[in-house]
Nanobody, 124 residues
């Protein structure tokens, strides 16, 4: 079982920055063996993939709309993954979810484990 807890959301003006954190508690498995992902869901829209980071942290994938603005990273010593969000836009407003899966492919589409989410609101 893997439990994920997001933090760091809030209200920010357009052009501002936020850093989301996701702390993982994994019983019976090592955090190092998990691929981690970030998703978001805006009001009235489906949940969408934002970023995924492999076990070593060396390979990171982003959805096109956040490339150059968002940076995902992980600290395996702290069992934590981060999403640094810069140059935020009103259209980035959403609930952001942390996700995890043992499969580096599945974490970008249908991850097995999900956090409860943290709200990010970007005002214009």
């Amino acid at each position: 079982q893997v439990q994920l807890v997001e933090s760091g959301g809030g209200l920010v003006q357009a052009g501002g920055s936020l850093r989301l954190s996701c702390a993982a508690a994994a019983s019976g498995r090592s955090f190092n063996n998990l691929a981690m992902g970030w998703f978001r869901q805006a009001p009235g829209k489906e949940r969408e993939f934002v970023a995924a980071i492999v076990r070593t942290g060396r390979n990171i994938n982003y959805t096109d709309s956040v490339k150059g603005r968002f940076t995902a990273s992980r600290d395996n010593a702290k069992n934590t993954v981060y999403l640094q969000m810069n140059s935020l836009k009103p259209e980035d407003t959403a609930v952001y979810y942390c996700a995890a899966d043992s499969s580096e492919m599945s974490v970008t589409t249908t991850p097995k484990y999900w956090g409860r989410g943290t709200q990010v609101t970007v005002s214009s």
